[in-house]
């Protein structure tokens, strides 16, 4: 018997004789004419497919009436069109075998709806839910439009190490990596010794790939990194995560205004393929947890975003009457509340905002002719707040060493970096999208702890 998914076996054109599904049930009922009615789901869509299992079969009253939520099973038989609303087909089962059983006395995933931060608690099951189920396929999906939408416009896809011994950002929320046993150490006291550790110098968990790819672009033209980043920084928030993975373009001859529209056609681009791809899933998104998510991104995908400088963002949110709790002011970075006046209540969509105080920002971002601001570009968005930070890079040596030194770093630890800008510099630009904050924006959901699956935050490791 051919195995057909539960996505497809849903589907009117998979009505036949004999078919062969494989899922986990979700709910039993037995009806008083003879018959149990048992949801299967194999995370193939969000939909389940009713499987009716007649007294007749040869397990029912052993195996069939005692299913509960959680078990595995394999049914066979046969798709029909089925009588019932909201589905298209269901199957007359012939055979319906328990793979595995799961004790309702303690399986956790009851009936009862759970909160979000009590299914935390159960990362590991989490993802047999509705929600769960179809915030990984949106994932997923997001995932494979990013991969689509780089290498059709000739964007090489690069790996840069998640070991590395710079901090790009230069926010030294760096998370330490050693061969060392720190705490044998310790109790003998005396320095840390580096010729002893595995690198024999300090090194850290990367925060950004994008020293790295601009060594490629300046060498392939367009590339970009896709992988995990980490931060240690406070991640008590519904936006923080200490592991998260972040996807960098970075393109040879590019101005700020090529990486603005980059951006844009990026974000459109994804949006656009949820919509597309995963109608079912943004349906419940939008009937579920976030009213109107669904004609929010179209309106989203079809108008052009608002470009807006930040001394201009500045001025407005110095003369609204808004109250804000952290005081704003030309040279101060933006908060939260900021980005959520100037999404939500001044624009009403996304806002990308450019041109920050270079003092705000990091070394690598091009000086402008004021001498006062960078070609910087964050994209807001409502709900969210900032989704992508970007820049046109420095490309002149001189300002480039000047900037570094500014910062206080040293310009030996990144000889291979400036080498960049000593042999064939040219100008270029890149940015860098948070997947977690994508995936926020697209299903609405609050918490970014609930749109990766082993969320890793400030006392949390475990899964
Ligand atoms: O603005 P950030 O720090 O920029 C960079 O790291 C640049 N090197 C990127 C580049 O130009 N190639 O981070 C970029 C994005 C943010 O806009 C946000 O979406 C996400 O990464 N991000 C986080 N997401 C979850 N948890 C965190 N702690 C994050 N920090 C940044
Ligand atoms: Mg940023």
Avoid at 193 to 217: C, I, M, R, W
Avoid at 373 to 385: E, K, Q, R, W, Y
Wanted: net charge negative.
């Amino acid at each position: 018997t051919a195995w057909i998914s539960v996505a497809n076996a849903r589907k009117e054109e998979a009505i036949a004789p004999r078919a062969e599904v494989r899922g986990w049930v979700r709910t039993r009922r037995d009806s008083k004419g003879g018959f149990s009615f048992i949801e299967v789901n194999d995370g193939s869509c969000f939909g389940n497919l009713q499987i009716v299992a007649p007294a007749e079969l040869a397990n029912y009253e052993s195996e069939i009436q005692k299913l509960s939520a959680g078990c595995s099973i394999v049914a066979t038989g046969e798709l029909v069109a089925s009588p019932a609303k909201g589905q298209a087909t269901e199957m007359h089962a012939t055979e319906v075998r328990v793979i595995g059983w799961a004790d309702p006395e303690t399986y956790p995933l009851q009936k009862k709806r759970h909160s979000f931060e009590k299914l935390r608690e159960w990362a590991h099951l989490r993802p047999r839910t509705n929600t769960f189920g179809a915030v990984a396929r949106v994932r997923n999906q997001i995932s494979q439009s990013i991969h689509d939408f780089y290498h059709e416009r000739g964007f090489l896809y690069v790996n840069t190490p998640i070991i590395t011994a710079s901090d790009c950002e230069g926010a030294g929320e760096m998370f330490r990596v050693t061969s060392l046993d720190l705490e044998m150490l310790a109790k003998k006291g005396g320095p840390v010794k580096y010729e002893y550790d595995f690198f024999q110098k300090p090194a850290y968990l990367t925060v950004s790939g994008q020293l790295n790819g601009e060594t490629y672009a300046t060498a392939l033209g367009r590339i970009y990194t896709f992988g995990p980043t980490f931060r240690a920084e406070n991640s008590n928030t519904s936006r923080h995560l200490a592991e998260f993975w972040m996807v960098e373009p970075e393109a040879a001859f590019f101005d700020l205004n090529d990486n603005m529209q980059l951006a844009e056609d990026f974000l459109k681009r994804i949006f656009t393929d949820c919509l597309n791809h995963c109608e079912e899933d943004m349906a419940f998104f939008d009937s579920m947890i976030e009213k109107g998510k669904v004609d929010q991104l179209k309106a989203v995908v079809e108008k052009p975003f608002t470009h807006m400088p930040y001394t201009e963002a500045i001025s407005i949110l110095e003369s609204t009457t808004e109250k804000f709790d952290y005081p704003i002011s030309w040279g101060t970075d933006l908060q939260a509340e900021h980005e959520r006046f100037l999404t939500e209540k001044h624009v009403g969509g996304p806002v990308i905002l450019t041109d920050y105080p270079s003092t705000i920002k990091p070394f690598y971002m091009r000086v402008s002719e004021d001498g006062k601001t960078v070609a910087a570009m964050d994209v807001l968005v409502p709900g969210v707040g900032e989704i992508i930070g970007g820049s046109q890079r420095e490309e002149r040596l001189d300002v480039l060493q000047s900037r570094m030194d500014e910062a206080g770093l040293n310009q030996d630890d990144y000889w291979w970096y400036i080498d960049t800008r000593k042999y064939g510099t040219v100008p270029h630009a890149g940015f860098g999208l948070g997947l977690e904050r994508a995936v926020q924006y697209a299903t609405g959901m609050a918490n970014i702890r609930d749109v990766i699956p082993f969320p890793r935050t400030p006392g949390n490791a475990d899964f």
